[in-house]
T-cell receptor
Framework: DGGITQSPKYLFRKEGQNVTLSCEQN?????MYWYRQDPGQGLRLIYY???????QKGDIAEGYSVSREKKESFPLTVTSAQKNPTAFYLC???????????FGPGTRLLVL | AQSVTQPDIHITVSEGASLELRCNYS??????LFWYVQSPGQGLQLLLK??????LVQGIKGFEAEFKRSQSSFNLRKPSVHWSDAAEYFC?????????????FGTGTRLQVTL
């Protein structure tokens, strides 16, 4: 089945640690996105990538970093500079000309 | 800048009753509009979308939405709600930046269904 996978489902971070969230898609989509979801705030765009080796900051990129070395993969690193990382993180992808983003199941990040 | 307003944070309806979830958007050009649904702890599932043409669009699970340009609205409707429809619903407006399509989401409406 084609789709988007995110791992792990739950992730715990200690203060001062960097953690990396995985996002993989086998839909052959060119564009990929990372969103952060907090209660009552909807989804906010962190980073997005249109093609391999290229990505742009979204609305709340501070404290986050990404890479796009392969078309299928778009990992998100939550750095120690992100002071409030506890949230639900969603990855999405978009096929060229389709205009519809499809979402993965999400990763919940908790700070210990 | 584009924006989306969902004025109802929480709505409760009885099973079998009709439902309307409100969405107002702000966008300078013809918008791409979407409704997504999210069950607790899950990702978002696309219910329906409007790009152009007929202003009444049909989606999955018996949902429909009507695009009203004069009111900048894209309200979601269902004639008879089922208990399984309890979830959070997000309206979004899409912008094609030329490099990638970007979505701006509303803050969501949580639907509770009573039996």
């Amino acid at each position: 089945d084609g789709g988007i996978t995110q791992s792990p489902k739950y992730l715990f971070r200690k203060e001062g640690q960097n953690v990396t969230l995985s996002c993989e898609q086998n839909l052959n989509h060119d564009a990929m996105y990372w969103y952060r979801q907090d209660p009552g705030q909807g989804l906010r765009l962190i980073y997005y990538s249109q093609i391999v080796n290229d990505f742009q900051k979204g609305d709340i990129a501070e404290g986050y970093s990404v890479s796009r070395e392969k078309k299928e993969s778009f990992p998100l690193t939550v750095t120690s500079a992100q002071k409030n990382p506890t949230a639900f993180y969603l990855c999405a992808s978009l096929g060229t000309g389709l205009e519809t983003q499809y979402f993965g199941p999400g990763t919940r990040l908790l700070v210990l | 800048a584009q924006s989306v307003t969902q004025p109802d944070i929480h709505i409760t309806v009885s099973e079998g009753a009709s439902l309307e979830l409100r969405c107002n958007y702000s966008y300078g050009a013809t918008p791409y509009l979407f409704w997504y649904v999210q069950s607790p702890g899950q990702g978002l599932q696309l219910l329906l979308k409007y790009f152009s043409g007929d202003t009444l669009v049909q989606g999955i699970k018996g949902f429909e939405a009507e695009f009203k340009r004069s009111q900048s609205s894209f309200n979601l409707r269902k004639p008879s709600v089922h208990w399984s429809d309890a979830a959070e619903y997000f309206c979004a407006v899409g912008q094609n930046t030329g490099t990638a399509s970007k979505l701006t989401f509303g803050t969501g409406t949580r639907l509770q269904v009573t039996l």
